[in-house]
């Protein structure tokens, strides 16, 4: 078994002690907007949530759920992601095939 130097268990700390960092730094809004959605908004106003919810309550997702034009406006995100997808798969094939050919018609190999 190889023993690592010290150089290199200082370096692997470090990039473990900056990797927990920024995984924070991109967790922390995620959780912090969940905490929120779940909290009643008293608390939210007065600035008492940060990672975990006060006063837990689904109101904020009763009000979401019932409005009006929520699943047309979600529909639309659907369709847009699935013909979205499809059009830049069938450009990518495409063009990955016309790049995997050695010689092409009007190319370099002509």
């Known amino acids: 078994m190889e ?3 010290k150089g290199e268990k200082v370096f692997s700390v470090f990039n473990a002690v900056i990797l927990i960092l920024a995984a924070f730094m991109c967790l922390y809004p995620f959780i912090y907007v969940l905490a929120v959605s ?3 908004a008293q608390n939210v106003n007065m600035g008492n949530v ?3 919810p006060k006063g837990f309550n ?3 997702y009763d009000q979401i759920i ?3 034009g929520i699943w047309a406006s ?3 995100s659907f369709f ?3 013909v979205g997808t499809a059009v ?3 450009l990518t094939v495409l063009g990955a095939y016309a790049l995997s050919k050695k010689r092409l018609v009007g190319g370099q190999g002509d």
């Open 58 to 60: 689904l109101k904020a």
């Open 88 to 90: 830049s798969m069938i």
């Open 66 to 68: 019932h409005r009006e």
């Open 3 to 5: 023993t690592r130097t």
């Open 50 to 52: 940060w990672l975990l």
């Open 74 to 76: 979600l529909g639309n």
């Open 80 to 82: 847009y992601m699935i």
């Open 38 to 40: 779940l909290s009643d």
